[in-house]
DNA sequence: TGGGTCATGTAACCTGTTACATGATTAG
DNA sequence: CTAATCATGTAACAGGTTACATGACCCA
């Protein structure tokens, strides 16, 4: 369980409908998680009937109607509990499949692979590039909805893409060499 | 689908059943991947019925019975179907619960999320010592299982772990810091 | 008149997790 | 005598993916 409570995350920050927590999810939790807005809607849902949501109808005539979420004192009880309870293991793993490919790799030719390689270092330098932007956004969230206390944690979660994609880039260039040297 | 392939991959290298599969899949990439001992059965069952596999009983007195798996031709095209296609969205995604409790912890107070950084760190500590022992291993396998091609990229991996995980050290050293400034 | 935004979902499927079951042999 | 190793799974559930459906309003 983890999609539950990113969106108890961001419903404790204000109520929101299911169309805006799909794209504040994209917005700022996209880094670390993703999740289809068909699959946000479900959870919802659940969460509704595990007593952790309320919600409330908003009817529009221009626009279709809408479910306003709300989070209940059940429900911060239990996003409080998960924040508390760090689970190691599970946190911990890493699911890549880039490697996985990489480690059955020696049955092709070198210069597949090189270029293979190459391809990753390319999409490595584009996320760089796309979370330079988003550190401009934190700075708009940062006044508009929350405390200055929460901004320091985001601004981790920034930095450590940062941190992550840079060493991504210091891998492939020592493998691209690496295997250049083989040529 | 991943881990099917990472199955094949295995079954590339030779003929195994499922027991020595799950041995085999959580030695070497358990790192990257993870997966349960009835989830492997039951994706070896779904394999063969693609004709990707085929197996054979082997009748034991003293120990249980057992199930032989090979690769076939279609499972062979499979796999270097999967390697050749590098689907790069996909394969960069990371999904990292530590992330999303850490962006939500401004609730929490300070000195909790320094001991649960400092949690983190240990255990950091602990994956970088197995690596070290885990190097070794790769160096029996090389000359056991396979090529010498293969062993290159194994070592990859093995250092994407190495360079993962310091660099995740300095992240929690950075992050635990800027925290402590704050008391 | 075609595409984007607003807004909600359902259905089917695939993948991953948890819990449980069986039973012989062997090493400490 | 107890725990580990060998060896196979099943069943139920949870979580994630893909494809599809609806329909009004607005802007170019």
Known sequence: ????????????????????????????????????????????????QSGWLTSEIIYQTDKPNKKLYAITELGKLELQNWLAQNSLESEFQIRNLFLMKLFFSGGKDLKENIAMLNDYKKRCIDELVKLDTTGNSIEQYRKNISTQQDSI?????????????????????????KLEELQ
């Open 1 to 48: 369980m983890s999609l539950k409570h990113g969106l108890l995350g961001l419903l404790n920050y204000g109520q929101m409908t299911g169309y805006e927590l799909d794209k504040a999810f994209k917005a700022s939790l996209r880094f670390f998680w993703q999740a289809q807005t068909s699959q946000i809607y479900r959870e919802l849902n659940a969460m509704e």
């Open 153 to 177: 944690y985001w601004e981790f979660t920034a930095r450590f893409g940062e941190l992550y994609y840079k060493m991504y880039l210091e891998f492939l260039e020592e493998a691209i060499e």
